[in-house]
């Protein structure tokens, strides 16, 4: 592996890590404005800095009760759950809608491609909407370890 | 003055742009856009910030239905407007974070999405209060401290940001209606944020 850069050059890739790009960032702010409407690239950069925080704050929160009842994985009920935990009422009906969508879709994605393969998939049990441990449980060939080094596996996302 | 917006139907969605642009929101209703202290047409600070003040309710509630419909209309989850990777990072940049399920940088993914169009349309709100067209940091300061929720983002901003656009917005409307502004070293005030109803 090669070395890392020192001073300056290391600390700004860094830096790019902690934040998401300031052109998705930039795009999403446009929609939300009047056609007319610009926004100063300090704006978008004090953006960046706040999603990059939401991030962290409602991930810690995640992370806390996934502790407190010994549970090794941060899954998307917890997720949804910080939200509500941490004031963001207006985000806990829309985001869980869109995780029970989400699940339904890779659901039948994954059950299609376990009974390709010839494995009996589980598929029924998850259509059925069964309750957030079945799901997680099904979830868990794709969940990703802190030691994953983004290598495609399949079942994984990248 | 009718604080109700008008009920033109939504304009059709900007190409590539899942959301469609709250119809309310813009061109800005003749109550908060008309100078309120003009001398034919006045209207007292306190009316004019509360419907200033309810206008912008109805606008976020808006907002969060819409978000809610698309939610709905939602088919594709392969392709996000931001990257799961880097969100991943960002998650994992916490030590106590052990291992994080696939579908939790999805649902991040479409969370931050909303966070940044709440937070921008909240900032827009600042900059129309203070007539310009361009988004600032420091619309972005006054949304945060205008709104509890977003406390956890105070350090991010500086305290002087957001002081100086209310300050800013306070001398500038207090000049206008001859209301005493506060005396210099003492902590600004908004005259009108009495009047407002407190952001949710």
Known sequence: MADQPAGAAGEEIKEQDR?????????????????????????????????????????????????????????????????????????????????????????????????????AGPHDHLASGAGPSAATGHFMFGAIDRTDNNTSRPGNFN | MDPTKSSTPPPPPVMGAPVAYPPAAYPPAAAAGAPAYAPQLYVPPAAAAAQQAAAAQQQLQMFWAEQYRE???????????????????????????????????????????????????????????????????????????????????????????AKDADAAAAAAAAAAAGIPRPAPGVPATDPLAYYYVPQQ
């Open chain 1, 19 to 119: 934040l998401l790009p300031i052109a998705n960032v930039g795009r999403i702010m446009k929609q939300i404005l009047p056609p007319n409407a610009k926004i100063s690239k300090e704006a978008k950069e004090t953006m960046q800095e706040c999603v990059s925080e939401f991030i962290s704050f409602v991930t810690g929160e995640a992370s806390d009760k996934c502790h407190k009842e010994k549970r090794k994985t941060v899954n998307g009920d917890d997720v949804c759950w910080a939200f509500g935990a941490l004031g963001f009422d207006d985000y806990v009906d829309p985001m869980r809608r869109y995780l029970h969508k989400y699940r339904e879709v890779e659901g039948d994605r994954a059950a299609a491609a376990a009974s390709s393969r010839g494995a």
């Open chain 2, 71 to 161: 939610i709905e209309a939602t088919t594709d989850f392969k392709n996000h407007n931001l990257p799961l990777a880097r969100i991943k990072k960002i998650m994992k940049a916490d030590e106590d974070v052990r291992m994080i399920a696939a579908e939790a940088p999805v649902v991040f993914a479409r969370a931050c999405e909303m966070f940044i169009l709440e937070l921008t349309h909240r900032g827009w709100a600042h900059a129309e209060e203070n007539k310009r067209r361009t988004l600032q940091k420091s619309d972005i300061a006054a949304a945060i401290a205008r709104t509890e929720v977003f406390d956890f983002l105070v350090d991010i901003v500086p305290r002087d940001d």
